[in-house]
């Protein structure tokens, strides 16, 4: 990627691809999970997995599918409609296969403290949060380019 072409992407564009993303798992998992475990499944009061279902669609399957998207697409859907990208920190070009499973797995760090990890994305100069740090990765996307500035003519 040519670097002089592209910004990096910031806390609020990440938290809105984030929630795209976390939409479509919802609407791929929660019917399912409503189905084998009931209504009830939704208003437990223990804490823990349901069962087996319970952890491969809430755990195992969401994973897979994000390290799947990074590794082939350099984004998941949410990244992709505001046209991000992950990118090697060092190259710019698309991270490796450990980079993808390490920023994965990074994520456990960077919210324990609160979300802080998280929330540095919006301080930090290359906008990358611990899960970025950790894994050498950056989220960047084209600059948009304004081609004519509109005005109205007021009559």
Same mark, same amino acid.
């Given at each position: 990627m040519e670097s002089s072409n592209l910004n990096y992407i910031g806390f609020w564009p990440r938290v809105g691809a984030s929630l795209i993303d976390l939409a479509i798992l919802g609407v791929l998992t929660a019917p399912i999970l409503t189905f084998h475990y009931g209504e009830s499944y939704w208003v437990r009061e223990e804490f823990g997995l349901a069962g087996p279902l319970d952890f491969i669609l809430s755990y195992a399957f969401p994973a897979l599918a994000v390290i799947l998207f990074w590794s082939v697409k350099q984004a998941t859907p949410g990244k992709m409609a505001i046209h991000a #990208? *992950? =990118?090697? =920190?060092r190259t710019g070009q698309a991270p490796s296969t450990a980079q993808c499973i390490g920023r994965y797995f990074a994520y456990i760090p960077a919210t324990l403290p609160l %979300?802080? %990890? *998280?929330i540095w994305v919006a301080f930090d $100069?290359? #906008?990358q949060g611990w899960h970025d740090k950790l894994a050498g990765t950056v @989220? @960047?996307? $084209?600059k948009v380019i304004i081609a004519k500035e509109v005005s109205f003519d007021e009559n």
């Open positions: #990208k *992950i =990118a090697d =920190a %979300g802080l %990890g *998280i $100069p290359r #906008k @989220v @960047v996307a $084209p």
